[in-house]
């Protein structure tokens, strides 16, 4: 069964760092691409970062220079650490797999920023 699990979020005050992981019960080393999303209160769910197998990254604007993914396929767990979050970056943490056409979620990570 494919489960990816969420974990690392936390109350963190503005200015402040966590890392997030997402582990896998499958090997990811040929899952092509990972994505990190956020979904803040009363918003839509937003992309915030992407880790393919050959390590390329992408993120959002609001996120780049700020938070970097990575990944361990040895451990089966994608990282996000975030440093520098600002108020605007609580919401709850969801990494997402697609494979063979299904999407697979987690249950997500509450990270919240504030003083």
């Known amino acids: 069964q494919v489960q990816f699990v969420e974990s690392g979020g936390g109350l963190v005050q503005p200015g402040g760092s966590l890392r997030l992981s997402c582990a896998a019960s499958?090997?990811?080393?040929?899952?092509?691409?990972i994505y990190w999303y956020r979904q803040a209160p009363g918003k839509q769910r937003e992309w915030v970062a992407t880790?393919?197998?050959?390590?390329?990254?992408n993120y959002a604007g609001s996120v780049r220079g700020r938070f970097t993914v990575s990944r361990d396929n040895a451990e089966n767990t994608v990282y996000l650490q975030m440093n520098s979050l600002k108020p605007d970056d609580t919401a709850v943490y969801y990494c997402?797999?697609?494979?063979?056409?299904?999407?697979?979620w987690g249950q997500g990570t509450q990270v919240t920023v504030s003083s």
């Open positions: 880790i393919t197998t050959t390590a390329n990254t």
């Open positions: 997402k797999a697609r494979i063979a056409a299904v999407d697979y």
């Open positions: 499958i090997s990811i080393s040929s899952i092509y691409a």
